[in-house]
């Protein structure tokens, strides 16, 4: 079966780290640019992190910077969003999203373009920050 599967999510005070998995079966995921996605309730999907086929450029949307890390490990076909000095306001579900490492298509995933189809999405795990 073709998918990607998130987990690591949870309940974390503030200040504290979790690191999400994204794990892919049935694909590669050395051909694919990964991205990581959050949505609060009553808000819009916002871009995280992404990270390019090889794993040598990635991105962070500018509240998450310094602070969570994004890596690729193609030998185990998982990526992995280690994720420190937890706030509350990053309590929502976190996704991962693969979509096929074409030129077009990483540009637009470096974009956090909305219009971009991506060939896999996760179910998502949930993160909650609070004391």
């Known amino acids: 079966q073709l998918q990607l599967v998130e987990s690591g999510g949870g309940l974390v005070q503030p200040g504290g780290s979790l690191r999400l998995s994204c794990t892919a079966s049935g694909f590669t995921l050395e051909d694919y640019g990964i991205g990581w996605f959050r949505q609060a309730p009553g808000k819009e999907r916002e871009g995280v992190s992404c990270i390019s086929t090889t794993g040598s450029t990635y991105k962070y949307v500018e509240s998450v910077k310094g602070r969570f890390t994004i890596s690729k490990d193609n030998a185990n076909n998982t990526v992995y969003l280690q994720m420190t000095d937890l706030k509350p306001e990053d309590t929502a579900v976190y996704y991962c999203?693969?979509?096929?490492?074409?030129?077009?298509?990483?540009?637009?995933?470096?974009?956090?373009?909305?219009?971009?189809?991506?060939?896999?999405w996760g179910q998502g795990t949930q993160v909650t920050v609070s004391s």
């Open positions: 999203a693969a979509v096929r490492g074409t030129w077009s298509a990483l540009g637009r995933l470096f974009r956090f373009d909305p219009s971009l189809a991506y060939d896999y």
